[in-house]
């Protein structure tokens, strides 16, 4: 079967298989790193709120359009709802709040962030006089109602979800009239997602790989952390395939079936993650890749302590 570069989304919506992920580009970076992405062939652009760079995305994105090179409609965008904005009322002023950053007219798909309300206002990690975080009790079964709202009003084509476990996505599934297009989560060869990423396939749920390097430069890194791009099997991919570890494992990603948004602001990185789509990885490949499996979470965030934390021993 021939290699898809878009996934069909329950709206019939087309999403590109590969995006540039804007998580951790510093102001600076990020509107140069979206032009690099565009001008390369780049057609999504995966957002949100909490990266507090939406605006200088939306500058990269408004200059690729004036010059010719994009037309809006030919760019696929997503971004995220913020744990502070879960109110049933916060929903459309939160959305509204990113449209407006990004300077485009609706999202092509808008993603609840995290299934953990926090105290609303306009601080994003509002914490009390000992640091600690301020957190609210909202379910996000009533966030969901309030985001399906938006896709009425035309704010957004399509909903879904980030970082909720199977247990939460069944109780969406019990309630929503809007369907789940998109459930993005943390996957790569070290946390490999099976049964999640089975279970979203089989309900015609797309899946989205964020980290799917391992996140190497993530701000909690330690320095006895390992690293991802590293592994003697990923390396030993790499050089048979004439390939970079980070083109493998984007690759990884995609001939899954999984939608995959890798980060740079480096523009020769950003090309090379994009030629990811142009080479293939045996099935024997892709065997010792799965094998690689240790359930090993980078974005785990276990100081956040809230009864809706998605990654409790229990939970999958």
């Known amino acids: 079967m021939a290699f898809q570069k878009y996934i069909e989304l329950p ?9 540039l992920g804007t998580w951790q580009s510093k102001h600076g970076e990020v509107t140069n790193a979206v032009k690099a992405a565009l001008e390369v062939g780049y057609r999504h652009l995966d957002c949100a709120m909490i990266y507090e760079n939406e605006a200088e995305v939306g500058a990269g994105l408004k200059a690729k359009i004036d010059d010719g090179t994009v037309k809006q409609e030919d760019v696929f965008i997503t971004s995220k709802l913020w744990c502070t904005m879960h109110h049933p009322d916060d929903v459309a002023k939160a ?39 301020q957190v609210d009790d909202i ?6 109602l309030a985001m399906e709202q938006l896709v009425e009003k035309g704010m957004c084509k399509a909903i879904g979800l980030s970082n909720f ?7 969406i599934q019990a309630i929503n009239k809007v369907p789940i297009a998109n459930y993005q989560i943390e996957l790569h060869p070290w946390l490999t997602q099976e049964e999640l990423v089975q279970y979203c396939q089989d309900n015609n749920i797309s899946v989205t790989a964020y980290s799917p390097l391992g996140s190497p430069d993530r701000p909690w890194l330690k320095d006895t952390d390992p690293n991802l791009m590293a592994d003697p099997e990923v390396m030993r991919i790499a050089e048979a395939k004439g390939k970079s570890p980070a083109q493998v494992l984007i690759r990884f990603a995609l001939q899954r079936g999984i ?5 740079s602001v480096t523009p020769s990185r950003i090309k090379d993650n994009f030629e990811a789509l142009d080479f ?34 229990l939970a999958s």
């Open 11 to 19: 709206n019939k919506a087309k999403m590109p298989i590969l995006g």
């Open 95 to 133: 959305c509204q709040m990113t449209l407006d950053q990004l300077g485009v007219a609706y999202l092509d798909l808008y993603l609840m962030h995290w299934p953990m309300a926090f105290k609303r206002g306009e601080v994003l990690f509002p914490v009390d006089e000992n640091g600690v975080l």
């Open 139 to 144: 379910e996000y079964t009533d966030t969901w």
């Open 165 to 171: 476990n199977l247990k939460m996505i069944k109780e």
């Open 259 to 263: 939608i995959c948004i890798p980060k």
């Open 280 to 313: 293939e990885l045996s099935a024997t490949d892709m065997k010792d890749l799965m094998a690689l499996n240790k359930n090993y979470r980078v974005c785990a965030a276990e100081w956040i302590k809230h009864r809706h934390h998605p990654f409790t021993p």
